[in-house]
């Protein structure tokens, strides 16, 4: 079993900056890759990034250039780096591990509200 926890998300005017945080904790040996998602109000789940344990990452183009995925695989944690935030990337964002078998293993969510 793998517990994710997200962390870092709150409020921030248009053009500025958040990091979020993650941890994957329990069986976390097994995961061999990290994504983030996002819901907005009224919206589906979307993708955002995601990155590999051979560090490969992967945008939505919404968030190419602007946001920014690392992990730190020693302690099965990842960031998003988000910059020029839009009123449009409010939503709760997701923290999701996937397990070498493929399993996914989701977070609570953390907000992230953007003001213009």
């Known amino acids: 079993q793998v517990r994710v926890v997200e962390s870092g998300g709150g409020l921030v005017q248009a053009g500025g900056s958040l990091r979020l945080s993650c941890e994957a904790s329990?069986?976390?040996?097994?995961?061999?890759?990290m994504n983030w998602y996002r819901q907005a109000p009224g919206k589906q789940r979307e993708f955002v990034a995601s990155?590999?344990?051979?560090?490969?990452?992967n945008y939505a183009d919404s968030a190419k250039g602007r946001f920014t995925i690392s992990r730190d695989s020693a302690k099965n944690s990842v960031f998003l780096q988000m910059n020029s935030l839009k009123p449009a990337d409010t939503a709760v964002y997701y923290c999701?591990?996937?397990?070498?078998?493929?399993?996914?293993?989701w977070g609570q969510g953390t907000q992230v509200t953007v003001s213009s």
């Open positions: 999701m591990a996937r397990s070498r078998v493929g399993f996914d293993y």
């Open positions: 990155v590999d344990n051979s560090e490969n990452t």
């Open positions: 329990g069986s976390s040996r097994a995961i061999v890759a």
